[in-house]
């Protein structure tokens, strides 16, 4: 059973927490929008379950928030929505900038079911990643793959739950530390140049959502 944490604090505008299960918070007298960031015990494996509950603590305020998740270490990641079978779905909350930071995988090609997975649990209006690492660079690419090359999805139109491809619209791109610019085609225009992005530069994915 999850930890509740129950917090009263009309002043509070963030906060740090790690944890290997996510808490249910219960916010009282909590009026602004918050900064929240979560440290993933590193030995922990990112399943299906763990974006289902991340997707539910996210819920917890129906008020904005940005969400930072830094990772030392991913072991493992798997998403696959036929896992969580007849489970009831939290609704989406809304969160402004998603922020994911230190990512370290044993395998490069856990950056796709982990962006399945964040873009599910939540649709973000901005997503903030640095390029320190090749793990970053990857999921940098990666997501312009995704999100610039999104097509009318057909993947799950037979399933009770849908991933995130059907309530996207579409995508704008930063490169953070510079001068505004945006691509709306052509991803190939920004992943060209990312080897020679300093380590504190990054990329911000502007994203537009049905809901």
Not at 37 to 54: E, G, K
Not at 107 to 136: A, K, N
Request: hydrophobic letters at 40%.
């Amino acid at each position: 059973m999850a930890e509740v944490i129950e917090i009263d604090c009309p002043t509070l505008s963030s906060f740090d927490f790690s944890a290997s299960n996510l808490p249910i918070l219960i916010l009282k007298n909590v009026a602004c929008r918050m900064d929240i960031a979560y440290h993933p015990p590193s030995s922990n494996r990112l399943i299906s379950s763990w974006f289902l509950n991340l997707r539910e603590y996210l819920g917890f305020s129906s008020e904005s928030k940005n969400f930072a998740l830094k990772f030392f270490k991913i072991n493992q990641v798997r998403f696959d929505l036929e896992e969580l079978g007849d489970v009831q779905i939290p609704p989406l909350s809304e969160v402004d900038d998603l922020k994911i930071t230190s990512i370290m995988m044993i395998e490069s090609s856990g950056c796709e079911p982990l962006m399945d997975g964040l873009l599910w649990c939540c649709h973000p209006r901005t997503i903030s990643l640095p390029s320190s690492f090749v793990y970053q660079h990857n999921c940098i690419k990666l997501l312009c793959e995704k999100l610039l090359g999104t097509k009318r999805p057909t993947c799950c139109d037979s399933t009770r739950i849908k991933c995130w491809r059907h309530e996207f619209k579409g995508a704008k791109i930063q490169i953070l530390g510079e001068t505004e610019e945006d691509w709306l085609q052509g991803w190939n225009h920004l992943v060209d140049p990312l080897p020679q992005l300093a380590k504190d530069q990054g990329v911000r994915f502007q994203l537009e959502w049905d809901n």
